[in-house]
């Protein structure tokens, strides 16, 4: 079956289930819903104005409004986010405050309170998302190992109790793209809800010869045991296709030469195939309103295989530098492999002790994660050798012919095995010495191991350590309408590899610091969140001076800076979105760079991170008729970036206008379309090197249909 088939099947099951008896009874509107309290895994049961830290959600209906699709995408709607190298679009890799974590992995995101960014299954669709939180500041006492400028949690859709509907929708937009989903919820009264969501998703792109198909299956299941207990099973499937593409070359430094639309890999490689399944099983139990368990499990495999043609960065390789248009070329085959394991639990209580409330959350975790790595590589000539084309395997930027010669086999390179495995104990409690005054104190204790062996020589060696994590916060009501808080905390997280002596690299470290205030304006339609914030990191891998192609734990490097938030409805109906950051990140020691052995000074700044990055976004609904209509419009303002770490390039900055609306012409069938990058910008989102250069997607849009029923 070929894959336009797929998606005409897809999309004609979603119809069929919307046509079933067992679903006619459905609600003929939806309604946003405004959560002011949840209770959440490591997260307890706080509004926005009782938490010491900022707190950004951006919600299933911003996402809609945009036609979002992808958790990149997702995050460029908060300025404190920054892209990072995505890995020829193999994966989500972004910074939170200027620090972005490893480099040579994705980005480690929780869904819902789980680790579930570790591994090789490729971009996050957002499919079957509730909304995205980004929790800024210390978090390290509740979520241990991971970065210090925040946490990314996605809240997943889950299966509901006493109601059955649900929605479809298909849409077709530039580049051939075609996408169809289903969300569907069955219920059996009181007792069990099985929500069904699916996706497929093909297009091809901008990049000539680029094309991408993805689907998956997502759905949820929950079950009440009595009154006081509830069940939920969470499965994910999904499988995607894409070949690796490292973007263009700025030749000389210098954007703009190589057309965006050009491809420099091979066709012939094929695409690189990203998978993942998971499953999560969670139980919440409720002794009472106060007191509460939470019980956890979850399991997630991920794979990524196939071949990939890329610019070779070595400049004694490199022929481009010698005539400006020949490109050489790395061959590469990646076999990646990632199991990935956690357990938890959780109390949750609420009591008064020594005349004053205690909020506590007592919590214990278990986190096991194997990282398989096959890698093979070809490399190309020395130029220093006059090599022939075929030798240097070149490819003319200006006018690129494929499969001009055989491809060249790759020979090893890589064959490892990584085992983490971490113990976490953890208690946080928030206590209230006043109605207007609260302080959260928490601490973490990891103990955590590394094993790692080279399948290649049967070298092993391991590492095992233990760190704690304390966290200090403060909140203090002022007015109604505003509160301040403040925050300081410590966290780690794990280097994986090893010194030339064979010895495992200890851990970075981290201190953070947060301190802001969170108002009220229009009588609460406005809300708004002002913070400033300072971190620093210690044991960060640098090069090893005196063994070439090894690293150090010895680097530094700080990040502080400003960050504005502001969400709403202002007069007239006007819906508001503001966002703006002013990031400082920089190194804070000289060391050479991991990569290339470059010379970084202290001051230098980090890769792909604007000094100055903004989003704004108004929408409004409109009666037409008995019809109801919504348009918006939004901005979103990137500032200059460094482009490669320890020299002078930079991408330059931009600024995207996209346009979205929707036309609800019955309670069951809207309309909806967008427009992205109206202005046609050409833009650059993030680089490697002047060699691995990604371009951003010119003018595009799309329109579909979404049913309700």
């Not at 959600?57 to 995050?75: H, P, Y």
């Not at 091979?266 to 998978?275: L, Q, S, V």
């Not at 010495?433 to 973490?444: E, F, K, N, P």
Request: net charge negative; aromatic share 10%.
């Amino acid at each position: 079956m070929n894959s336009a088939s797929r998606s005409i099947l897809f999309l004609s099951a979603s119809l069929a289930c919307m046509a079933g008896p067992a679903l006619a009874e459905v609600a003929s509107s939806v309604t946003e819903v405004v959560v002011t309290g949840q209770r959440q895994a490591y997260r307890g049961l706080f509004t926005p104005e009782e938490t010491p830290q900022s707190l950004v959600v951006i919600s299933q209906r911003t996402l809609q409004d945009n036609n979002i699709t992808g958790l990149t995408e997702a995050l460029d709607l908060n300025a404190g986010v920054a892209r990072q190298n995505n890995f020829g679009g193999l994966w989500d890799a972004y910074a939170v405050r200027g620090f972005a974590g490893d480099e040579n992995l994705p980005s480690g995101y929780l869904v819902n309170g789980f680790n579930g960014g570790r591994g090789f299954g490729g971009p996050r669709d957002v499919a079957g998302v509730e909304r995205i939180e980004i929790l800024k500041g210390p978090n390290a006492a509740l979520f241990g190992r991971g970065e210090p400028g925040g946490t990314v949690n996605i809240v997943t859709r889950k299966a509901r109790f006493g109601e059955t509907g649900g929605e479809v929708s298909a849409s077709l937009g530039g580049y051939s793209a075609r996408r169809a989903d289903a969300d569907v919820n069955l219920a059996a009264g009181q007792v069990f809800g099985a929500r069904l969501i699916g996706f497929y998703d093909e297009a091809e792109s901008f990049r000539r010869t680029v094309s991408t198909e993805r689907y998956g299956f997502l759905p949820s299941f929950g079950f009440r045991l009595g009154e006081d207990t509830t069940v939920t099973y969470d499965l994910e499937i999904t499988r995607q296709k894409a070949p690796f593409d490292r973007g263009v070359p700025a030749i000389g430094g210098v954007l703009g030469k190589v057309d965006r639309r050009t491809f420099l890999g091979e066709p012939g490689d094929g695409p690189i195939k990203a998978d993942a399944t998971g499953q999560q099983v969670e139980i919440q139990h409720d002794f009472s309103p106060a007191w509460s368990l939470l019980l956890g499990a979850g399991f997630r495999t991920t794979s990524l295989t196939g071949f990939s043609t890329e610019a070779e960065l070595a400049a004694a390789r490199q022929k481009l530098n010698v005539d400006g248009k020949s490109l050489s070329r790395q061959r590469r085959f990646r076999d990646y492999e990632a199991d990935h394991a956690v357990l938890r639990g959780e109390v949750s209580g609420d009591f008064q002790a020594l005349g004053v409330r205690h909020r506590l959350l007592v919590g214990a975790d278990f986190d096991r994660f194997e990282n398989s790595q096959l890698f093979l590589r070809f490399r190309p000539a020395a130029v220093s050798g006059n090599p022939s084309d075929q030798a240097a395997n070149v490819i003319d930027v200006f006018a690129p012919v494929y499969g001009r010669f055989p491809l060249p086999t790759p020979g090893p390179q890589t064959n490892r095995l990584d085992v983490q495995e971490a113990v976490g104990l953890y208690i946080q409690d928030q206590i209230s010495l006043s109605d207007a005054l609260q302080i959260r104190l928490g601490v973490r204790y990891d103990d955590f191991s590394l094993e790692s062996l080279n399948r290649a020589t049967g070298v092993s060696q391991s590492r095992s350590e233990s760190r704690l994590s304390p966290q200090v916060g403060l909140v203090w009501t002022a007015a109604p309408s505003l509160s301040l808080f403040a925050a300081y905390g410590e966290g780690f997280r794990s280097n994986i590899g090893a010194t030339a002596k064979g010895e495992i690299f200890e851990p970075e470290t981290s201190r953070s610091f947060e301190a802001g205030l969170r108002f009220t304006l229009l009588e609460g339609d406005l809300s708004g969140t002002l913070a400033y914030f300072s971190m620093r990191k210690s044991q960060v891998l640098a090069a090893d001076p005196a063994n070439p192609g090894f690293s150090l734990p010895i680097g530094k490097a700080g990040s502080q800076g400003l960050e504005f938030d502001l969400n709403g409805r202002l007069p007239g109906g006007i819906e508001a979105l503001l966002s703006y950051a002013y990031v400082e990140a920089e190194a804070r020691s000289d060391v050479l760079d991991p990569n290339f052995s470059l010379q970084i000074r202290k001051g230098d700044r980090l890769i792909n991170i604007p000094a100055h990055t903004a989003n704004a976004q108004l929408a409004r609904d409109f009666a037409v008729g008995a019809t109801e209509v919504r348009l918006g419009a939004g901005v979103q303002h990137v500032g200059e970036r460094l482009g490669e770490t320890a020299t002078k390039f930079e991408l330059p900055a931009y600024t995207l206008v996209r346009l979205f609306g929707a036309w609800r012409a019955t309670d069951r069938v809207e309309v909806f379309g967008e427009v992205q990058n109206l202005f046609d910008e050409t833009y650059y989102t993030n680089s490697f090197s002047t060699l691995w250069v990604q371009p951003g997607s010119p003018r595009t849009g799309s329109v579909g249909v979404r049913l309700r029923f």
